[in-house]
């Protein structure tokens, strides 16, 4: 090798190497980049929806926010009031708990002996104090707090741009590319958009009907926090694979305390009977036109997508999969010389032999 060509190896490798250091360094904006470009494609269809008529693009998008905002606040309505409420009348019942415990005589003899109850009535006692210490200790956490809402803050403000001119920077790339490329480019991220788009709008409904089948179940069973809890179920449901299950075992806890064994019985069959109705007939029918991966695909992407961003990650593990699918599966359409997005044809049983193919013996 020539003195010039390896010198040019080596400024192409530093090149390389100081391009994904520099990567490296700046790794959490290019994660607040990807995060945004996930939610502008997800919010994608909310906007096209309101863009109706005289409605600007603008006022589209910030239609999309509002609504999302209001969600959020209305899920803070339904669940936070409740929690509250609980939580004090435990705090108010805790003394009259410690003086049940007398009415047990095995429980009454080890308490005259080791003076349980007097100790349990002192931290009884001293409870609303130990709330308004991690009332205190919550408020140590405002800078990490700041820092997170300040990441939201960029990630919606970066997603409102994309969302404003991502057609358009679409169709310079495509025009940059050229006809042929510019064409191929334009399948693909139609592709991409559509998987994504279906993907964030099945999940979502998906969720919903979790939530609300188990708010139904625990309001007829009686089960203290329903609201909560169908939150808790509609939120995890999101996560795949695991996260329902999770939620259920959650819900089964609080229901075999509250009700044993009945309603950890009918909890636990109605949890199993939903999970084979999601599985085989909800997600297939919802997915079926955007989202097709294999579960051992969905599997390591949920695993990568949790071990880089925690439960983020796990959440946009899928559309991640899907849209790298439709990459791959496209480069090697292309490389084969096949039309990029073309779908393989099944093969037509064989007809009837014609009277000019002669009939085997």
Known sequence: MSARATVKVMLVAATVVGALYFVYLVRQIVALVFIAIFVAVALGPLVDLYQRGPVKRWMAILGAYLTVMLGVFGIGLLVVPPVVDEVNAFVDDVPGYVDDLRKSETLREYDDKYAITEKLREQAEKLPERLGDVTGALQSVTVGVFSALVQLVTVLVLAFFLLLDGRRLIGWIV????????????????????????????????????????????????????????????????????????????????????????????????FIVYQQVE???????????????????????????????????????????????????????????????????????????????????
């Open 175 to 270: 025009r940059e590319l050229g006809p042929e490329r510019g064409r191929r480019a334009e399948v693909i991220a139609g592709e991409v958009y559509r998987a994504i788009g279906g993907y964030v709008v099945g999940n979502l409904a998906i969720s919903l009907i979790a939530g609300t089948t188990t708010y139904i179940v625990l309001t007829v069973l009686g089960v203290p926090f329903a609201v909560p809890l169908a939150v808790l179920m509609a939120f995890l449901d999101l996560i795949p694979l695991v996260g329902a299950t999770i939620a259920g075992v959650i819900i089964g806890i609080v229901a075999g305390i509250d009700d044993f064994p009945t309603a950890l019985i009918v909890w636990g069959v109605f």
């Open 279 to 361: 599985n085989n007939v909800l997600q297939p029918v919802i997915y079926r036109r955007t989202v097709a991966l294999h579960p051992l695909v969905v599997l390591i992407a949920v695993l990568v997508g949790g071990t880089l961003l925690g439960v983020l990650g796990a959440l946009l593990a899928i559309p991640a999969a899907a849209a790298i699918q439709i990459l791959v599966r496209n480069w090697w359409q292309i490389r084969k010389g096949e039309e990029p997005g073309a779908r393989p044809r099944p093969k037509e049983p064989p007809g009837p032999p014609t009277e000019l193919e002669p009939e085997p013996a």
